[in-house]
C-alpha cells in the first residue's frame, strides 16, 4: 500500500514500495526488487530510475555485485530512509540498519538467499492466484524459550525467516506460516540438526507463572507459541550453494540426524526439506520437499500426505 503521503514527498508509488521491501530486508538486488514490486513490467527499466532517484536523494544506497561473470546492484536504505519508513507507521520498527561494509560482507550472499526464498513464494503465489506479498516474511525474528537440558538459561530461536502465505481454492482461505532455514552448504548438518531440535522444544516450552502461589495451581502453562501462531508454523528447510548431488546427500545426512534425536520423532512439528533451485523452478505446491521425518517420499510445502483440510490456519 502506497503512503497516505509520500515520505518524503514527491516519490513515486514505486518508491514507496521500493522503500517498504528494503527496510523489510535490508539488502535486495535490482532483480529481486524488480519481481517483487514491478513484475508487470516486462523491463525493470522504470525500477532503476525510480531507485537511483531514491539513491539522489540520499534515501538509498549501492554497491555492486559480480557473480559468474554479471554484475547488479544490491540495494538497502541509508539512515536517512529508514527514517522516512518509520515515520510512517506502515511497518514494524527493525533496529537493523544495513551500511556499506556489511552489505558487501560474509552475510551478503545468506541475506540475499534468504530474500530469493520469499521471491519464490511471492512469484508463485501470483501465478497460481494464492496471496503472499513481498512484506509477507519478515526476517530474523527471536523467539525465547528455556530447554529441558539447559535449565535456568534462556535461549533463543531466531529463524532466518517467518513466512505467512494464504493459500486460496474456491472459497476455502488457508493461512500457512512457515519458520524459514536458509543454508548455503557452509553450516555443518550438525549444527542443522541442533536447529531442529531447538525448533521441538520452543514447540514444548510453556512459561512458568512468575508467583509461587500461581506456579501451584492446576492450570496447565499455555505453550508460548501459541501467544504469536494459531498453528505451529511448518518448519521449511532451504538448501542452496552446492551442486544437487552434495544437497541431497546433506538431506540424507540431516535425515539420518533427525531420526536419531530423541525429541524430534514425539514433538509434533511438521518439518521438510528442499533446495533453493527447486523451490524457485517448481514452487512450493511441486512435490519438492522431503520430510525431515519418517517416509523420504518428496512431498509439498504442506507437508501432508493428503490434500489440504479446509481450514483458516494449518
Known amino acids: 500500500m502506497p503512503y497516505p503521503h509520500p515520505v518524503p514527498a514527491g516519490v513515486s508509488v514505486t518508491g514507496q514500495h521500493a522503500l517498504d521491501a528494503l527496510y523489510q530486508h535490508r539488502l535486495v538486488s535490482t532483480g529481486q526488487l524488480h519481481r517483487l514490486i514491478t513484475p508487470q513490467n516486462t523491463s525493470s527499466e522504470y525500477l532503476r530510475r525510480q531507485l537511483q532517484s531514491l539513491r539522489s536523494d540520499g534515501l538509498a544506497d549501492c554497491v555492486n555485485r559480480r557473480r559468474h561473470g554479471q554484475s547488479e546492484l544490491l540495494w538497502w536504505l541509508t539512515e536517512n530512509g529508514a527514517e522516512a519508513v518509520e515515520a510512517t507507521g506502515l511497518l514494524a520498527k527493525r533496529p537493523y540498519r544495513m551500511s556499506r561494509q556489511a552489505a558487501a560482507g560474509p552475510l551478503q550472499e545468506h541475506t540475499l538467499a534468504t530474500v530469493e526464498t520469499g521471491t519464490a ?38 529463524p532466518d525467516a517467518v513466512l505467512h502465505y494464504v493459500h486460496t481454492e ?9 519458520f524459514i532455514e536458509v543454508d548455503r552448504a557452509q553450516m555443518t548438518v550438525g549444527r542443522l540438526a541442533q536447529k531442529l531440535h531447538a525448533y521441538a522444544a520452543y514447540h514444548a516450552y510453556a512459561p512458568q507463572p512468575a508467583t509461587r502461589a500461581a506456579r501451584t495451581t492446576t492450570a496447565k502453562p499455555q505453550l508460548a507459541w501459541r501467544s504469536r501462531y494459531p498453528l505451529y508454523p511448518r518448519v521449511l528447510l532451504v538448501l542452496t ?9 546433506r538431506i540424507n545426512d540431516l535425515r539420518s540426524l533427525a531420526a536419531a534425536d530423541p525429541r524430534l520423532p514425539t514433538a509434533g512439528i511438521k518439518a521438510g526439506i528442499t533446495t533453493l533451485d527447486e523451490l524457485r523452478d517448481r514452487g512450493p505446491f511441486a512435490p519438492i520437499v522431503t520430510p525431515v521425518l519418517g517416509p523420504a517420499t ?17
Open 298 to 314: 518428496p512431498t509439498d510445502v504442506w507437508l501432508a500426505p493428503t490434500t489440504a483440510p479446509a481450514a483458516t490456519a494449518a
Open 121 to 158: 513464494f511471492v512469484t508463485h503465489a501470483a501465478r497460481l492466484g494464492h496471496e503472499c506479498g513481498p512484506l509477507d516474511w519478515t526476517p530474523e525474528i527471536a523467539h525465547y524459550y528455556r530447554a529441558e537440558d539447559r535449565p535456568g538459561e534462556e535461549l533463543s530461536l531466531i
Open 170 to 178: 474456491a472459497d476455502r482461505r488457508t493461512l500457512l506460516t512457515f
Open 241 to 249: 550453494g552446492a551442486t544437487s548431488a552434495r544437497l541431497q546427500s
